[in-house]
């Protein structure tokens, strides 16, 4: 059982940047597909950025591309999702999730996990 604890929510201005971090215990993470999602208030969770098990293939939604960046270390057992340029519509609560069942453009499109944390708070005031 894979246990993901994300981090680095919080408060930014509109323009600004934040850098979530995700971290894993319980399982190596070289063995899943790892990506990033949100929900924001009234809606739907979505995907953002999802990326390889081997070779660090990267998938970002429509949403994500361009302004995020997904990384991740198998080492240290975390996933990072670096978010610049945030706007009012970024806000809601980031999860990171995990699965080995389904390709990245699969994971991140139709928002599927194997396991997902509890989220971290994102809020960006205009």
């Known amino acids: 059982q894979v246990r993901l604890v994300e981090s680095g929510g919080g408060l930014v201005h509109s323009g600004g940047s934040l850098r979530l971090s995700c971290a894993a215990s319980?399982?190596?993470?070289?063995?899943?597909?790892m990506g990033w999602f949100r929900q924001a208030p009234g809606k739907e969770r979505e995907g953002l950025a999802c990326i390889t098990l081997r070779y660090n293939r990267t998938y970002y939604t429509e949403n994500a591309e361009g302004r995020f960046t997904i990384s991740r270390d198998d080492v240290k057992n975390t996933v990072t999702l670096q978010m610049n340029s945030l706007k009012s519509d970024d806000t809601g609560r980031y999860y990171c999730?995990?699965?080995?069942?389904?390709?990245?453009?699969?994971?991140?499109?139709?928002?599927?996990?194997?396991?997902r944390g509890q989220g971290t708070q994102v809020t960006v005031s205009s």
């Open positions: 999730g995990a699965t080995s069942g389904v390709n990245v453009q699969r994971m991140c499109s139709q928002v599927i996990t194997d396991y």
């Open positions: 319980g399982g190596a993470l070289d063995f899943y597909r």
